[in-house]
């Protein structure tokens, strides 16, 4: 018991550590591609999560769009857990 309780309070430990970080000083580009249903989805799915504060409209994610195009490319979020395949291509290819 005591092994599965340190085990859970490790994760614990890790996703809140991973969800620290938040957008509000990355520069915000001009909105100029409108996010559809699908890469909302996959925002609400994935992002939300750690991101809760910087992903309130859509008009927030587009400005954001070249940085979680090019995090999600790179593979460098989600910082934890993966993205489906589909999520993936999702936000790749959003133009």
């Known amino acids: ?3 599965s309780m340190g085990f859970i309070a490790v994760v614990a430990i890790g996703f809140i550590i991973g969800c620290i970080p938040n ?3 990355v520069p915000r580009e001009k909105c100029a591609a409108m996010p559809n249903d699908n890469v909302m989805k996959a ?3 994935n992002c939300i999560k750690c991101h809760t504060k910087d992903f309130n409209t859509k008009e927030d994610v587009c ?3 070249g940085d979680i195009i ?3 490319r790179t593979k460098k979020m ?3 857990g993966t ?3 589909s999520y993936y291509k999702t936000i790749v290819e959003w133009k």
């Open 1 to 3: 018991m005591k092994k």
């Open 23 to 25: 957008l509000k000083d």
């Open 43 to 45: 925002i609400r799915d």
């Open 63 to 65: 400005r954001l769009r």
């Open 70 to 72: 090019e995090m999600v």
């Open 78 to 80: 989600p910082k934890i």
């Open 83 to 85: 993205l489906w395949p």
